[in-house]
């Protein structure tokens, strides 16, 4: 089997929720694909980052990261994955909100100014979310390539619409949904 092939076993075994929810847009909707199940898992997080690794070996980019907290495992599966292939490539993580002491950053990581740098997400439903991320990244001067996400569920055109490349490892359709 293929990483692709495994790691779409895994979202279907350990993701995929039948049942009505309230999404993070405030939508109602069937069904839930809850990957953080998949991307904080032992098995399928080195899966990930081998994914959407492959999956965006088109762009360049030497950091990744999203709006916290779905992006981040993502984000650090990737840095992993890259290691191990003898690519060096770091991660950040965008706050939801400046945090108020400390540092007071909104984007946590090594700096992303005057980088090229890849917005990433586990699934994308309106595009709100990692949207806000590429708009906090090209406010800290980073250059957002393109966004990438595991599971695409209807973020597509909001997001080249913004006139960004969007890569998804799976469709709906690949779920069965
Ligand atoms: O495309 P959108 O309509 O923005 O929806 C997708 C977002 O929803 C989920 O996060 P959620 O807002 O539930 O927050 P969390 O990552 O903190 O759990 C998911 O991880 C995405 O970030
Ligand atoms: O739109 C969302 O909030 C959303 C949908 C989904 O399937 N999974 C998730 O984590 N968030």
Redesign the pocket.
């Known amino acids: 089997m293929t990483d692709r092939d495994e790691l779409r076993q895994q979202i279907l075994d350990k993701a995929v929720v039948h049942g009505k929810v309230v999404?993070?847009?405030g939508?109602e909707a069937d069904y839930y694909v809850d990957?953080?199940r998949v991307t904080l898992d032992a098995q399928a997080a080195p899966l990930v980052g081998r994914v959407m690794l492959d999956l965006t070996q088109d762009l360049e980019f030497d950091a990744v990261g999203?709006?916290?907290?779905?992006?981040d495992p993502v984000a650090t599966a990737m840095l992993h994955a890259a290691g191990q292939q003898g690519r060096t490539l770091d991660a950040f993580v965008v706050r939801?909100a400046e945090k108020q002491h400390g540092l007071q950053r909104r984007i946590e990581g090594p700096d992303v100014a005057g980088r090229r740098v890849l917005a990433v997400?586990?699934?994308?439903?309106?595009?709100?979310?990692?949207?806000?991320a590429v708009e906090a990244l090209r406010e800290a001067g980073a250059e957002v390539v393109g966004v990438a996400v595991i599971v695409e569920?209807?973020?597509r055109p909001k997001v080249t619409e913004a006139g960004l490349p969007y890569l998804a490892a799976y469709e709906l359709s690949d779920l069965g949904l």
């Open positions: 999404l993070s847009s939508k990957l953080r999203g709006l916290t907290l779905g992006a939801k997400e586990d699934t994308s439903t309106t595009g709100g979310s990692v949207l806000t569920r209807g973020a």
